[in-house]
Antibody, heavy 122, light 108 residues
Framework: EVQLLESGGGLVQPGGSLRLSCAAS????????MSWVRQAPGKGLEWVSA????????YYADSVKGRFTISRDNSKNTLYLQMNNLRAEDTAVYYC???????????????WGQGTLVTVSS | SYVVTQPPSVSVAPGQTATITCGGN??????VHWHQQKPGQAPVLVVY???DRPSGIPERFSGSNSGNTATLTISRVEAGDEADYYC???????????FGGGTKLTVL
């Protein structure tokens, strides 16, 4: 059974940093590209970033480019999101999701974690 | 970047058919995927590659994609289908995953 378990969320002040983790199990982690998606309170889904299976390629949403860094450790079956210079508008539940196939064209996000809440506030 | 439009809400009586659309310029040229999200839960993929269903998703869920509109159809709607539904696709011009704004399905 595919499982994705996010951690690392919490309350952080504007301008601060936070690192999210997503522990994967139930599939060959190193064979899949992965993604982060967030959802602000009461709002819709917003894609944040994606990373290829071997970690050699990444994509970022314009809203986070230059502030967030996606990475992965295939030896630990773990996906990361380093978030710097956080803003109030980054407040959201952050989900990790598995990309079913593709990289130069990303197809469906076929499994999602339960999410971790990040609150940016003074 | 590519813009997709979903109706904010759709209402349907139990047993009837719900149709949720995702509009975009020549969207037929893209693979469209649909996610269901119930309150307080993570999204679940219900249709991928326009019209395929993941294992475990009821046959009542189907999809199509033609012209400028992709459609998620839910037949014989049940109370448990009440949720937010999001279309998702890949925009090759911006190298971004795109989500529609979501449609809240209400079962009357």
């Amino acid at each position: 059974e595919v499982q994705l378990l996010e951690s690392g969320g919490g309350l952080v002040q504007p301008g601060g940093s936070l690192r999210l983790s997503c522990a994967a199990s139930g599939f060959t982690f190193s064979s899949y590209a992965m993604s982060w998606v967030r959802q602000a309170p009461g709002k819709g889904l917003e894609w944040v970033s994606a990373i290829s299976d071997g970690a050699g390629n990444t994509y970022y949403a314009d809203s986070v480019k230059g502030r967030f860094t996606i990475s992965r450790d295939n030896s630990k079956n773990t996906l990361y999101l380093q978030m710097n210079n956080l803003r109030a508008e980054d407040t959201a539940v952050y989900y990790c999701a598995r990309i079913s196939r593709g990289w130069w064209v990303i197809y469906s996000l076929d499994y999602w974690g339960q999410g971790t809440l990040v609150t940016v506030s003074s | 970047s590519y813009v997709v439009t979903q109706p904010p809400s759709v209402s349907v009586a139990p047993g009837q058919t719900a149709t949720i659309t995702c509009g975009g310029n020549n969207i037929r040229s893209k693979s469209v995927h649909w996610h269901q999200q119930k309150p307080g839960q993570a999204p679940v993929l219900v249709v991928y590659d326009d019209s395929d269903r993941p294992s475990g998703i009821p046959e009542r869920f189907s999809g199509s994609n033609s012209g400028n509109t992709a459609t998620l159809t839910i037949s014989r709607v049940e109370a448990g289908d009440e949720a937010d539904y999001y279309c998702q696709l890949w925009d090759t011009s911006s190298d971004h995953v795109i989500f529609g704004g979501g449609t809240k399905l209400t079962v009357l």
